[in-house]
């Protein structure tokens, strides 16, 4: 019968968040951040995971060492059967008992051959306990709190967001990310909704240029008398090497008849991008006429 520190072990091997949950005692702080935010930061990485369809997630683990601060240090590999590490950590122990859990990338093992290791999780300085806020703080993620507030007042009054009205918001939210959130907000979890709205809306920035310049792709297309590959592939290496998401477009989960798509959950007006997501359906379409040697130059800023 396993004791509970291999059943923790066993836990990781098999991506079991529940049991982790169950065996890991709720006082204690694991990489000096609460139980509750360990588990969920981990459950998140764990979702993602299994989102991957190629991943093999039938991991075990191996005995491997580190030297931190010129002290051996022993912790464990979990690999895959394709030689991927999903996660490295080092465990202290107090008379048998697990009394902290840090990841270590550091740590190399000669069991088995790594060919890639992930990134694993990491948390945010204002998750851990011995964090103090300060003025700065308040400031910074105050603002950010408020920047995401227009935007999801205005998609619950709207029911999405426009064009005009995703560039503004990030025009005027532009210096503040440079100045403020930048050097230190990346270190603040409540600062990370507004960086996900911000970096999602980066490319909106030229998405008049792109718009014209699919409309004009797109009349294009529609002028050829017959569709084959080969009248089209020249048109087809034009417009993947001069608009970098040409193949995706912002097409995926639209909904035409209510006319909004979602990118990230935050749901766009569609007209506003009409002849975007066509040229984004045409050369998903036909991907696989698109010349090898074709690479994008153009590209949303």
Same mark, same amino acid.
């Given at each position: 019968?396993?004791?509970?520190?291999?059943?923790?072990?066993?836990?990781?091997?098999?991506?079991?968040?529940?049991?982790?949950?169950?065996?890991?005692?709720?006082?204690?702080?694991?990489?000096?951040?609460?139980?509750?935010?360990?588990?969920?930061?981990?459950?998140?990485?764990?979702?993602?995971?299994?989102?991957?369809?190629?991943?093999?997630?039938?991991?075990?683990?191996?005995?491997?060492?580190?030297?931190?601060?010129?002290?051996?240090?022993?912790?464990?590999?979990?690999?895959?059967?394709?030689?991927?590490?999903?996660?490295?950590?080092?465990?202290?122990?107090?008379?048998?008992?697990?009394?902290?859990?840090?990841?270590?990338?550091? +740590? $190399?093992?000669?069991?088995? @051959? /790594?060919?890639?290791?992930?990134? *694993?999780?990491?948390?945010?300085? !204002?998750?851990? #306990?011995?964090?103090?806020?300060?003025?700065?703080?308040?400031?910074?993620?105050?603002?950010?709190?408020?920047?995401?507030?227009?935007?999801?007042?205005?998609?619950?009054?709207?029911?999405?967001?426009?064009?005009?009205?995703?560039?503004?918001?990030?025009?005027?939210?532009?210096?503040?990310?440079?100045?403020?959130?930048?050097?230190?907000?990346?270190?603040?979890?409540?600062?990370?909704?507004?960086?996900?709205?911000?970096?999602?809306?980066?490319?909106?920035?030229?998405?008049?240029?792109?718009?014209?310049?699919?409309?004009?792709?797109?009349?294009?297309?529609?002028?050829?008398?017959?569709?084959?590959?080969?009248?089209?592939?020249?048109? +087809? $290496?034009?417009?993947?090497? @001069? /608009?970098?998401?040409?193949?995706? *477009?912002?097409?995926?989960?639209? !909904?035409?008849? #209510?006319?909004?798509?979602?990118?990230?959950?935050?749901?766009?007006?569609?007209?506003?991008?009409?002849?975007?997501?066509?040229?984004?359906?045409?050369?998903?379409?036909?991907?696989?006429?698109?010349?090898?040697?074709?690479?994008?130059?153009?590209?949303?800023?």
């Amino acid at each position: 019968m396993l004791d509970k520190k291999q059943l923790i072990i066993s836990a990781f091997e098999n991506l079991d968040v529940n049991l982790l949950d169950v065996l890991l005692d709720d006082d204690k702080t694991f990489s000096n951040v609460s139980k509750k935010t360990f588990v969920a930061v981990y459950a998140r990485f764990v979702r993602f995971i299994k989102r991957i369809p190629e991943f093999d997630t039938t991991y075990k683990s191996y005995k491997a060492f580190c030297d931190l601060e010129d002290e051996r240090r022993e912790g464990i590999a979990f690999v895959n059967n394709d030689g991927i590490c999903y996660i490295k950590l080092i465990f202290t122990y107090h008379e048998d008992e697990i009394i902290d859990i840090r990841q270590c990338k550091s +740590l $190399e093992t000669s069991e088995i @051959e /790594i060919s890639k290791t992930m990134i *694993g999780i990491s948390f945010y300085k !204002d998750e851990e #306990k011995c964090f103090k806020a300060d003025k700065d703080f308040y400031e910074i993620t105050t603002t950010c709190q408020d920047a995401v507030n227009i935007l999801q007042n205005h998609i619950e009054e709207e029911g999405a967001l426009s064009m005009s009205s995703i560039r503004s918001w990030f025009l005027a939210h532009e210096d503040f990310y440079i100045e403020k959130v930048l050097p230190c907000g990346y270190s603040y979890s409540e600062c990370a909704e507004f960086i996900n709205y911000f970096t999602l809306f980066r490319k909106y920035k030229t998405s008049d240029e792109v718009e014209e310049l699919s409309k004009k792709f797109c009349h294009e297309f529609y002028s050829f008398p017959i569709v084959h590959k080969r009248n089209i592939s020249d048109w +087809l $290496e034009r417009v993947n090497n @001069e /608009i970098v998401r040409a193949q995706k *477009g912002f097409w995926l989960e639209c !909904d035409f008849r #209510k006319g909004f798509f979602l990118e990230s959950h935050v749901k766009v007006f569609l007209p506003d991008f009409y002849y975007t997501q066509n040229l984004g359906i045409i050369m998903n379409k036909y991907r696989e006429w698109i010349p090898a040697s074709s690479s994008c130059e153009i590209r949303m800023k």
